[in-house]
């Protein structure tokens, strides 16, 4: 199954469940964010990928630069372990794990979950590549990828039994658009994936094209 059948699924799913004014609070949060035109300065393909180091789920240290000597990364960016469309789209990222690695490439996440949290993500979804924690969500700030989550859907978000907070830390509301990057070893973009709403996200295969291109 696709990760989009398993998006639209799940979002028929809450369309039955959450109350109406919910859904519609929610929805136009959305609209807002999208036609604030955030994605606007965000990377680009062709454009040089800004260079990290940040702690992966087990406290240690990773860089862009040491990743990339192995061969091409993709670089995709989750809310948080707390977000159900991040987990269908971490474990569909788990499924074709094998042929990313295939293709001579990796795979990282970038959250900012803090180490803790982002190991609980971890293994909740199985995942075999590393989940690093940008604190603060300061990498992605760097990045022009990052919104702070509205006012109006905090209460919300707790009466879904979703606290940011316990996840990226105290007064820590800033979070990632869902991007998706693919780097060559080069450290430039070989495809760029942003997008301000946070249902809508790319499909993993098709980044396999991409890798098999940077092969030739």
Known sequence: MSLQTEIADYIASFIQKAPLDVQQVMKQATKNLSESNIAANTPQQGQALLSFTLANQNGEKVSLNALLKDGPLVVTFYRGGWCPYCNLELRAYQQILPQIKALGANLVAI????????????????????????????YAKSLDIVFALPEELRPIYSSFGIEVEQHNGAGQFDLPLAATFVVGQDGSIASAFVEADYTKRQEPSDLLPVLTSLNN
């Open 111 to 138: 959250t900012p979950e803090l180490p803790d949290a982002s190991l609980s993500t971890t293994e909740k979804n199985e995942l075999q590549f590393q989940v690093l924690s940008d604190v603060n969500a300061e």
